[in-house]
């Protein structure tokens, strides 16, 4: 198995220490295809690289998964991938390659290649990514949906460091005052701006009411 580390991003002054550990695992993928059911075996390699509170996750494929029956054109091939997250965080992070810089020939493996995605984690700990559902979309429609047969282990295990954790609670009550009262903003209270609104509905009926009341009626012949 290829292992590989990436380094964690840290304030001034801590030591960097590994932040992640890729694994290439083989993934048993089972497509449906316009031409029927297919299967193939892929090594898959999941990394991240840190940007701020972000990552850039990346998703490498070594081997097609699926055949065309057709020759596909330059650039009307896009892959996309799921990838289900795991440990301290739950859902799924969406990665999407480029189109196919150049022809595929009809009956031959359809590379995959790269395909990358943005990950923000919510909070500090260990995440998992594991590899999900695969969709290559060509010729405009989803021409092949693969999902892993093999419950495959996850390819990469981050550590999330580094973030600022809150409590949850509102900055309004950051904000008070001594005593616990709210610094005012100069505009009206609650009770002024309803009745102000109240008043206002009012006057609005009772001018509708005048004018109703007040058109001139139609001339007699």
């Not at 030591?15 to 992640?20: E, G, I, L, T, Y």
């Not at 299967?39 to 701020?52: C, Q």
């Not at 995605?117 to 559902?133: E, L, M, Q």
Request: aromatic share 4%; with cysteine.
């Amino acid at each position: 198995m290829l292992t590989a580390a990436v380094a964690v991003w840290a304030p001034a002054g801590l030591v960097a220490a590994p932040a992640a550990h890729a694994e290439v695992v083989d993934v048993e993928y089972a497509c449906e295809t316009e031409i029927g059911d297919r299967s193939a075996v892929s090594p898959v390699d999941i990394t991240a690289e840190r940007k701020g509170d972000a990552y850039t996750i990346t998703m490498t494929f070594d081997k097609g998964v699926s055949d065309s029956p057709v020759e596909l054109p330059k650039g009307v091939m896009t892959p996309r991938a799921e990838l289900v997250l795991g440990g301290d965080d739950r859902g799924a992070v969406q990665v999407k390659g480029t189109p196919n810089p150049a022809a595929v020939p009809a009956f031959t493996p359809v590379r995959i290649g790269t395909l990358t995605g943005t990950y923000t984690p919510k909070r500090n700990g260990t995440v998992t990514f594991t590899a999900g559902v695969l969709t290559v979309h060509a010729l405009g429609m989803d021409a092949a949906v693969c999902g892993p047969a093999n419950k495959p282990g996850p390819s990469l295990t981050l550590t999330v460091t580094g973030l600022r954790e809150t409590d949850g609670e509102e900055d309004a009550v950051e904000a008070a005052l001594p005593g616990g009262e709210l610094p005012k903003t100069g505009g009206l209270s609650t009770t002024t701006a309803l009745a102000t609104l109240g008043g206002t509905v009012l006057l609005g009926g009772t001018g509708a009411l005048l004018w109703l009341t007040r058109r001139p009626r139609p001339a007699r012949p």
